[in-house]
Every structure is written in structure tokens, then in C-alpha cells.
């Protein structure tokens, strides 16, 4: 199976601040990667897909970059509604497996 | 509006079995493929199974810890998935999401919308 490793485990942040999560995989993966944002309690939602495909309704603050083995979900201009656990996941072969997750919290 | 409601869950003893369903609206369900993914308590996501739309067989995908003792299936009059979980485990206690599954580009399929999830406790 493919392993799926995000840095930070977690982070804190302002409001207002530009924050960079990191996803490697153990091996390549084309683009075939999606980032997904949950808060305590509720179901994921679907941020990104195709590594830098912005979901339809998803604010442009959210972007996401990276190709292979290597990728980033970065979240600029920090919004208090964006405090959340963020996981990657590969769908390029069974099974699909996500990353341990990352939590974004306040400073 | 997509809409994606489980049911089903609640407390089994290991060894038992239970049956989860989910019931879509919103969207054309035979179009879609249809995945299930858990959330252990205090974990993190983990993918369960799938089972593809009409087009492709409506063929079925697992991941190897569940592979014989859960079935995935569907029911296209009911727009309903269903996951039957059989031989339980307490390392199967978790939240269960319904999710649906969207083509992300060639032959590519990835999630899109979830459901709020089931709990299910396997405990004796």
C-alpha cells in the first residue's frame, strides 16, 4: 500500500496568516491527490483534487501544488472558519489511503 | 441538494454482524460510483470499500482488512448503498461514512460528498 506521511502533525496559526501543509507519498503518484478539511464532529469535505483542482464552492485562498511524490495544500489569508484537521489522500491504486491528518489551530 | 443519510449503526458484540444504509438523493446514483470510509474514534480516515456504478459492473473493491468479512452492494430502485459487516471486530469500531465518488478526469474516481456518518461499537 501506499503511504501517505503530511508535516506538520499540527501547526498554529492567526488569523490572517499564510500556512503550507506538505504531503509525501512512498511512491509516486502522478497528480492523483485530494485534500480534504474536517471539523470536530462532521464529515470530511472535499477541498482539492488532481493535486491543484479547486472543488466548485471552495474559496480561492485554498490552493494546492505538487506532482509525484511531493505535495502542498496551502491556505493563504487564514480564515477563522478554516480551523480544522486537513488530510491528504492518493486515489492512484487500491486501496486509496490518506495521511495522518494535520490540525490547524488558533494561536 | 446532495444528500447522503446513514443508518444503521449502533452497539455489536465481536463476532457479530450489522448492516449499514445509506440513502442518496440529489443526483443520479446509477451514475456514480459509491464508497464507504471509517473513522476510528480519535483517528484518522480510513478507506473501506467501493462498488462501481451500472456502466462498470457495479464490481466491487476492498481494502484487506475487511476483504471476506464485508460486503458492499446496491440497490439502484432505492438509490441506496448498503454495507453488510459480518465477523466483527472491536478494531472495527468506528464512524462510518457513505461517500459519494465523482469522476476526477481520464478513468480516475475520487470522493466528493460524504454523509454525516454512522457509529458503530463493536464491544462485548
Known amino acids: 500500500d501506499i503511504q501517505m506521511t503530511q508535516s506538520p502533525s499540527s501547526l498554529s496559526a492567526s488569523v490572517g496568516d499564510r500556512v503550507a501543509i506538505t504531503c509525501r507519498a512512498s511512491q509516486g503518484i502522478s497528480n492523483y491527490l485530494a485534500w480534504f478539511q474536517q471539523k470536530p464532529g462532521k464529515a470530511p469535505k472535499s477541498l482539492i483534487y488532481?493535486?491543484?483542482s479547486l472543488e466548485s464552492g471552495v474559496p480561492s485562498r485554498f490552493s494546492g501544488g505538487g506532482s509525484g511524490t511531493e505535495f502542498t495544500l496551502t491556505i493563504s489569508n487564514l480564515q477563522p472558519e478554516d480551523f480544522a484537521t486537513y488530510y491528504c489522500?492518493?486515489?492512484?491504486?487500491?486501496?486509496?489511503?490518506f495521511g495522518q491528518g494535520t490540525k490547524v489551530d488558533i494561536k | 441538494e446532495i444528500q447522503l443519510v446513514e443508518s444503521g449503526g449502533g452497539l455489536v458484540q465481536p463476532g457479530g454482524s450489522l448492516k449499514l444504509s445509506c440513502a442518496a438523493s440529489?443526483?443520479?446514483?446509477?451514475?456514480?460510483?459509491m464508497d464507504w470510509v471509517r473513522q476510528a474514534p480519535g483517528e484518522g480516515l480510513e478507506w473501506v470499500g467501493r462498488t462501481r456504478n451500472k456502466a462498470n459492473g457495479y464490481s466491487t473493491e476492498y481494502v484487506a482488512s475487511v476483504r471476506g468479512r464485508f460486503t458492499v452492494s446496491r440497490d439502484e430502485s432505492q438509490n441506496s448503498l448498503f454495507l453488510q459487516m459480518n465477523s466483527l471486530k472491536t478494531e472495527d469500531t468506528a464512524v462510518y461514512f457513505c461517500?459519494?465518488?465523482?469522476?476526477?478526469?481520464?478513468?480516475?474516481?475520487?470522493?466528493?460528498?460524504w454523509g454525516q456518518g454512522s457509529l458503530v461499537i463493536v464491544s462485548s
Open positions: 488532481a493535486a491543484s
Open positions: 440529489g443526483f443520479t446514483f446509477s451514475d456514480h460510483y
Open positions: 461517500v459519494r465518488t465523482a469522476r476526477r478526469g481520464g478513468n480516475s474516481w475520487n470522493f466528493d460528498y
Open positions: 489522500q492518493h486515489y492512484d491504486t487500491y486501496p486509496p489511503t
